[in-house]
């Protein structure tokens, strides 16, 4: 052992015994100050008390238990997934399977009365009053000409009657409805010795015919403005005045049917029919508010890609070639037209039909410039093809699948 390293141990050693008789002497004086001070002099601070944790929550411990237990956390959480999951895949098949029916009279006779005011020979109008009346209503078609009578009557059911109202003379209207009026009012029989029974007024179901042909704005004459709202707009709000003491009375439903994808997009060349929808939407949205105070609910059915049988058979045969996407079949329409009528308190909007929602949302909130660029702005449109009046009554293609609304020249 060298010099040095002997130098530093003495040092060390001597280091620690001076700071243990420090230690002990400071030890010393406090025992000593704790003897002469009494316990409840300021000076002394009291102990502070030990800190209680909390009681642990609900969630702690069900963490805790999920942690001890994690192969039976992992088993139960697989059961509830699989569980929920089928229960809805169940749920959504039974509604599918579930039978709507209209109610009937202890006799068997049909209680439940649905008028529809509209285009009569519209795919989307003459395909729901025939299912309407395959439910089992008895359904009224407002017709304003002798041709829309007898188009209804060629369809062969028994309680599917036209309803004669001429809109361009109120009075008159007022006289025809009145007899409409009495129906109600009055007993039936089914037969003879069977109990009476009354009509009860169940809904005004309102199918506006809202497809134009695209136009530019400068191309469209005053006359084709006014016809276009007088027979779409005028017509439709005063169908509603006229039903409006019945539907009142009756507490029936209003229901308001228009296609919503274009409108929605607001693109150029449609501007007649934006414009009717607009007008259409704001008095439905009144209309709502104020047969609300009556107990009475309006609902507004917004279109979107739906796939019409009778439509799609005739693209076929023309050789038009089908979407990509396929449109929601129409028994879904339908289904959401007779849950709306049957229904307590029915919801204000019904989307129906693949794009109704999503181009409703994207209408609302994406910027018109974003939208525009979607759609292809810049370009100049031009009209595929014209279209013929007759065509256009008859086929409504344009108002109920995803429309091409322009096209490259």
Same mark, same amino acid.
């Given at each position: 052992m060298t010099d040095a390293q002997q130098l530093f141990d003495y040092a060390r050693r001597q280091f620690n015994e001076i700071a243990d008789d420090v230690e002990k002497h400071f030890e010393q004086v406090a025992g000593q100050l704790r003897q002469w001070m009494p316990a409840d002099s300021p000076f002394v601070r009291p102990l502070p008390a030990p800190k209680?944790? /909390?009681?642990?929550?609900?969630? *702690? =411990? &069900?963490?805790r238990w999920m942690s001890q237990h994690r192969r039976l956390t992992v088993a139960a959480i697989a059961f509830l997934v699989t569980g929920s999951v089928g229960t809805f895949i169940y749920v959504r098949s039974k509604d599918h399977r579930h039978k709507r029916r209209a109610k009937r009279s202890a006799s068997?006779?049909?209680?439940?009365v649905v008028v529809v005011a509209g285009a009569v020979a519209n795919p989307v109008a003459s395909a729901l009053y025939l299912d309407l009346e395959r439910r089992g209503f008895v359904v009224y078609v407002v017709a304003g000409t002798s041709e829309d009578e007898q188009y209804?009557?060629?369809?062969?059911?028994i309680d599917l009657l036209p309803l004669h109202l001429d809109?361009?003379? /109120?009075?008159?209207?007022?006289? *025809? =409805? &009145?007899?409409?009026r009495g129906l109600l009012e009055r007993e039936h029989y089914a037969f003879e010795g069977a109990e009476p029974h009354r009509l009860n007024f169940t809904g005004l179901v309102l199918v506006p015919d809202t497809q134009s042909a695209p136009a530019r704005v400068e191309e469209i004459s005053s006359e084709e403005w006014s016809d276009a709202l007088n027979a779409k707009v005028l017509n439709t709000i005063a169908t509603t005045q006229l039903f409006l003491p019945s539907v009142i009375e009756q507490k029936a439903k209003v229901l308001l049917l228009t296609p919503s994808v274009t409108p929605a997009l607001k693109p150029p060349m449609h501007a007649v029919e934006s414009t009717v929808y607009g007008a259409l939407e704001g008095f439905a949205s009144s209309l709502s508010s104020e047969l609300r105070q009556e107990g009475v609910a309006v609902s507004h059915f917004k279109l979107g890609n739906i796939d019409i049988p009778a439509i799609t058979a005739k693209q076929k045969r023309?050789?038009?070639?089908?979407p990509r996407l396929k449109g929601t079949p129409l028994r879904v329409l339908h289904d959401s037209v007779f849950d709306a009528l049957v229904a307590r308190r029915p919801r204000r909007t019904w989307h129906v039909g693949r794009g109704s929602l999503a181009y409703d949302v994207f209408g609302s909130w994406l910027p018109p410039a974003m939208i525009g660029w979607m759609m292809g702005a810049g370009r100049r449109p031009t009209v595929v093809e014209e279209v013929k009046v007759e065509d256009a009554m008859q086929s409504s293609q344009g108002s109920l699948t995803w429309e091409k609304v322009e096209q490259e020249a």
């Amino acid at each position: 052992m060298t010099d040095a390293q002997q130098l530093f141990d003495y040092a060390r050693r001597q280091f620690n015994e001076i700071a243990d008789d420090v230690e002990k002497h400071f030890e010393q004086v406090a025992g000593q100050l704790r003897q002469w001070m009494p316990a409840d002099s300021p000076f002394v601070r009291p102990l502070p008390a030990p800190k209680r944790l /909390p009681p642990p929550s609900t969630l *702690q =411990l &069900a963490q805790r238990w999920m942690s001890q237990h994690r192969r039976l956390t992992v088993a139960a959480i697989a059961f509830l997934v699989t569980g929920s999951v089928g229960t809805f895949i169940y749920v959504r098949s039974k509604d599918h399977r579930h039978k709507r029916r209209a109610k009937r009279s202890a006799s068997g006779a049909r209680t439940d009365v649905v008028v529809v005011a509209g285009a009569v020979a519209n795919p989307v109008a003459s395909a729901l009053y025939l299912d309407l009346e395959r439910r089992g209503f008895v359904v009224y078609v407002v017709a304003g000409t002798s041709e829309d009578e007898q188009y209804i009557r060629s369809q062969s059911r028994i309680d599917l009657l036209p309803l004669h109202l001429d809109l361009v003379d /109120p009075f008159t209207a007022q006289d *025809q =409805l &009145a007899r409409f009026r009495g129906l109600l009012e009055r007993e039936h029989y089914a037969f003879e010795g069977a109990e009476p029974h009354r009509l009860n007024f169940t809904g005004l179901v309102l199918v506006p015919d809202t497809q134009s042909a695209p136009a530019r704005v400068e191309e469209i004459s005053s006359e084709e403005w006014s016809d276009a709202l007088n027979a779409k707009v005028l017509n439709t709000i005063a169908t509603t005045q006229l039903f409006l003491p019945s539907v009142i009375e009756q507490k029936a439903k209003v229901l308001l049917l228009t296609p919503s994808v274009t409108p929605a997009l607001k693109p150029p060349m449609h501007a007649v029919e934006s414009t009717v929808y607009g007008a259409l939407e704001g008095f439905a949205s009144s209309l709502s508010s104020e047969l609300r105070q009556e107990g009475v609910a309006v609902s507004h059915f917004k279109l979107g890609n739906i796939d019409i049988p009778a439509i799609t058979a005739k693209q076929k045969r023309e050789g038009v070639p089908q979407p990509r996407l396929k449109g929601t079949p129409l028994r879904v329409l339908h289904d959401s037209v007779f849950d709306a009528l049957v229904a307590r308190r029915p919801r204000r909007t019904w989307h129906v039909g693949r794009g109704s929602l999503a181009y409703d949302v994207f209408g609302s909130w994406l910027p018109p410039a974003m939208i525009g660029w979607m759609m292809g702005a810049g370009r100049r449109p031009t009209v595929v093809e014209e279209v013929k009046v007759e065509d256009a009554m008859q086929s409504s293609q344009g108002s109920l699948t995803w429309e091409k609304v322009e096209q490259e020249a």
